[in-house]
């Protein structure tokens, strides 16, 4: 089964940026509907922050609208996270993942935002 592999997470002040990047090993991204950004905090359930459809629309969660921007490279098989004005309330562990869950979760990448 595809497990996505995410990178590009880190320990960031709050109202700083980071990029996640996230590869979808030997399958097409743009054959799948659309692809997702997820985060799971400790204690919280696993919720999806952000989103984006073959056709190139977005969609994100309110408390990400306006700071976070995803975008896909399909030559690449690439889904990336722009993180722009971080809160320590970000701080969780990203996931991608194709909106219909096809793929194994993956490792994930830590971001922890200090205030």
């Known amino acids: 089964q595809v497990q996505p592999v995410e990178s590009g997470g880190g320990l960031v002040q709050a109202g700083g940026s980071l990029r996640l990047s996230c590869v979808a090993s030997g399958r097409t991204i743009s054959s799948v509907v659309g692809m997702g950004w997820y985060r799971q905090a400790p204690g919280n359930k696993r919720e999806l922050v952000a989103s984006i459809t073959r056709g190139g629309s977005t969609n994100y969660a309110d408390s990400v609208r306006g700071r976070f921007t995803i975008s896909r490279d399909n030559g690449k098989n690439t889904v990336h996270l722009q993180m722009s004005s971080l809160k320590p309330e970000d701080t969780a562990v990203y996931y991608c993942?194709?909106?219909?869950?096809?793929?194994?979760w993956g490792q994930g990448t830590q971001v922890t935002v200090s205030s």
């Open positions: 993942n194709a909106l219909d869950l096809r793929y194994a």
